[in-house]
């Protein structure tokens, strides 16, 4: 049964940096589509960051130059480099094995 566990996330100050991992288990992650959304305080979910099989990746245009999306298929492993935090970045941010599976999320607070 496919698993993915993210890791990383807690309370910085604006400025600030953190970077998200992802693990999965099973067999299907160097095949998969993966992606980082985020839901903040009444908002809905959306996508951050996406990095498919051939490494091509996709931004949001609100974190774009500030946050790196990548991915290392021997540990079945993506991540998302996330600098220069700003308040608004404040979510819960859930991987995502692009129609397939979600994590459990994991909490982003950023202080100003």
């Known amino acids: 049964q496919v698993q993915l566990v993210e890791s990383g996330g807690g309370l910085v100050k604006a400025g600030g940096s953190l970077r998200l991992s992802c693990v999965a288990s099973?067999?299907?992650?160097?095949?998969?589509?993966m992606g980082w959304y985020r839901q903040g305080p009444g908002k809905q979910r959306e996508l951050v960051a996406s990095?498919?099989?051939?490494?091509?990746?996709t931004y949001a245009d609100s974190v774009k130059g500030r946050f790196t999306i990548s991915r290392d298929n021997a540990r079945k492993t993506v991540y998302l480099q996330m600098s220069d935090l700003k308040p608004e970045d404040t979510a819960v941010y859930f991987c995502?094995?692009?129609?397939?599976?979600w994590g459990q999320g994991t909490q982003v607070t950023v202080s100003s």
């Open positions: 995502c094995m692009i129609g397939r599976l």
């Open positions: 099973g067999s299907a992650f160097s095949i998969s589509a």
């Open positions: 990095i498919n099989s051939a490494y091509s990746t």
